[in-house]
C-alpha cells in the first residue's frame, strides 16, 4: 500500500528554524516526483516546493531563498528545510509523490496526511 508520512512540524516563533521529512513506501521512489504542499486556514492549497526525478527544483516565489527540498533515494525520503520563517508560512503541509512517466494522473499519485507548522510569536 502506498503511503506517504510526514513528521517535523510544530510551533516556533518568527526567524526560526524547522526540517520537516517525509517517508514513503509502497512505491518506487526513484521514479515520482516529490512536492511539498500547503493550506492556510480559508485559503486553497498551494505548492511550496517539487524536486523531479533527476534533481531539478522549484519553488513558490513566497520562500525562495528561504526553504530548501531535497530528496534521499536510499532511504525513500523527501525534506524541506524550512529558514527564517514568518507567519504566513503558519500552514498544515502535505508531502506529494507524483509518478513521473504519466505525471498528473489521478490514482498513480499519493498524499501525506500533512503535518501542523505554526509561527507565531
Known amino acids: 500500500q502506498a503511503q506517504l508520512v510526514e513528521s517535523g512540524g510544530g510551533l516556533v516563533q518568527p526567524g526560526d528554524s524547522l526540517r520537516l521529512s517525509c517517508i514513503a513506501s509502497?512505491?518506487?521512489?526513484?521514479?515520482?516526483?516529490m512536492a511539498w504542499y500547503r493550506q492556510a486556514p480559508g485559503k486553497q492549497r498551494e505548492l511550496v516546493a517539487l524536486?523531479?526525478?533527476?534533481?531539478?527544483?522549484n519553488y513558490t516565489d513566497s520562500v525562495k531563498g528561504r526553504f530548501a527540498i531535497s530528496r534521499d533515494n536510499v532511504n525513500y525520503a523527501v525534506y524541506l528545510q524550512m529558514n527564517s520563517l514568518k507567519p504566513e508560512d503558519t500552514a498544515v503541509y502535505y508531502c506529494?509523490?507524483?509518478?513521473?512517466?504519466?505525471?498528473?494522473?489521478?490514482?498513480?499519485?499519493?498524499w501525506g496526511k500533512g503535518t501542523l507548522v505554526t509561527v507565531s510569536s
Open positions: 506529494h509523490a507524483d509518478y513521473a512517466p504519466i505525471p498528473s494522473v489521478r490514482g498513480l499519485d499519493v
Open positions: 509502497g512505491i518506487i521512489f526513484e521514479n515520482y516526483a
Open positions: 524536486i523531479t526525478v533527476g534533481g531539478t527544483t
